[in-house]
T-cell receptor, first 112, second 113 residues
Framework: DAGVIQSPRHEVTEMGQEVTLRCKPI?????LFWYRQTMMRGLELLIYFNNNVPIDDSGMPEDRFSAKMPNASFSTLKIQPSEPRDSAVYFC??????????FGDGTRLSIL | AQSVSQHNHHVILSEAASLELGCNYSYGGTVNLFWYVQYPGQHLQLLLK??????LVKGIKGFEAEFIKSKFSFNLRKPSVQWSDTAEYFCAFLSYNTDKLIFGTGTRLQVFP
C-alpha cells in the first residue's frame, strides 16, 4: 500500500500567490482530513470529508482557504491569496470508519 | 466540549529511564483511543490504539497504554526509553458520533544518552 501521498513536499512562494496542496488518500478509505501544524498552535484540523462530502470545515481559518474533493482518490487545499502567517506544515490523513487515521508526509509551506 | 489534555508538555529523560505520559479525555460516551508519535521532521504514525477489551494495550517499540475508564485516562508507558524515542507524542480519541479525531496538544520527549 502506497500510503497517503501529498504533493509538493516543500513549497516556497511569495505572499499574495495562490498555493495548491494535493493529497491522494489510501485506496478504500472513505474519510479524508486536512491538518495544519505550527509551533505556536500545534496540530489543527482544518476540514474533513466523508465519501467526498465536506462534513466539518469549522477549522478553516478564513475565506482564503478552500478545499475540494472531486473524487475518492484526490483532494486539494487551496490558499488564495497566501500570507506569511499561513507558513506551516500541512498534513493530509485518511481513514476508513473508526480505524486509525494514516497521515501523509506533509507539505512544508513557507510564504515569504 | 470534547477535549484531550496532555499535562506533560516537555519531558527530558536519560536512556533506560521509565516513561509515563499522561492523557485525559473529556467525553462521557464510548471512545476509541490512540497514541501517535511524530519523529523529528516526519509525519504522525500510529503507536497504539484501544477500541475495546483488555484495557492494557501494547503497541510498537515496547510502548503500552492503559485505559482507565473511571479516570477518563489513557496514559502511555515504556519501562526503558531509548535515545531513538525522542519525538513528540500525541494522544487522541474518536467519539462514536463523529469521524473527527480529537488530539491533545502533544508531549515533546527528549531522551539523552
Amino acid at each position: 500500500d502506497a500510503g497517503v501521498i501529498q504533493s509538493p513536499r516543500h513549497e516556497v512562494t511569495e505572499m499574495g500567490q495562490e498555493v495548491t496542496l494535493r493529497c491522494k488518500p489510501i485506496s478504500g478509505h472513505n474519510s479524508l482530513f486536512w491538518y495544519r501544524q505550527t509551533m505556536m498552535r500545534g496540530l489543527e484540523l482544518l476540514i474533513y470529508f466523508n465519501n467526498n462530502v465536506p462534513i466539518d470545515d469549522s477549522g478553516m481559518p478564513e475565506d482564503r482557504f478552500s478545499a475540494k474533493m472531486p473524487n475518492a482518490s484526490f483532494s486539494t487545499l487551496k490558499i488564495q491569496p497566501s500570507e506569511p502567517r499561513d507558513s506551516a506544515v500541512y498534513f493530509c490523513a485518511s481513514s476508513s470508519g473508526t480505524q486509525p487515521q494514516h497521515f501523509g508526509d506533509g507539505t512544508r509551506l513557507s510564504i515569504l | 466540549a470534547q477535549s484531550v489534555s496532555q499535562h506533560n508538555h516537555h519531558v527530558i529523560l536519560s536512556e533506560a529511564a521509565s516513561l509515563e505520559l499522561g492523557c485525559n479525555y473529556s467525553y462521557g460516551g464510548t471512545v476509541n483511543l490512540f497514541w501517535y508519535v511524530q519523529y523529528p521532521g516526519q509525519h504522525l504514525q500510529l503507536l497504539l490504539k484501544y477500541f475495546s477489551g483488555d484495557p492494557l494495550v501494547k503497541g510498537i517499540k515496547g510502548f503500552e497504554a492503559e485505559f482507565i475508564k473511571s479516570k477518563f485516562s489513557f496514559n502511555l508507558r515504556k519501562p526503558s526509553v531509548q535515545w531513538s524515542d525522542t519525538a513528540e507524542y500525541f494522544c487522541a480519541f474518536l467519539s462514536y458520533n463523529t469521524d473527527k479525531l480529537i488530539f491533545g496538544t502533544g508531549t515533546r520527549l527528549q531522551v539523552f544518552p
